[in-house]
């Protein structure tokens, strides 16, 4: 897992200082399709309690300790 955000993190950074284009398309598609104004105020009481139980869920499975 560790090793598939550092490839992201190295990915993106190539993509912000070589390909501008790219990264304008990316931010205009998450801007109206993830981070509209409108689904934010209409949906933010189911989104906002199932991101918390996918974040706790996702520290607890980082942090189980194998025996």
Known sequence: MRLFVALLLITMG????FQKDTILRLNAFMRERVFHDSHVLLNRSRVGPALIIAGLLLLTIAFEVHR
């Open 14 to 17: 190539c993509a912000y200082l």
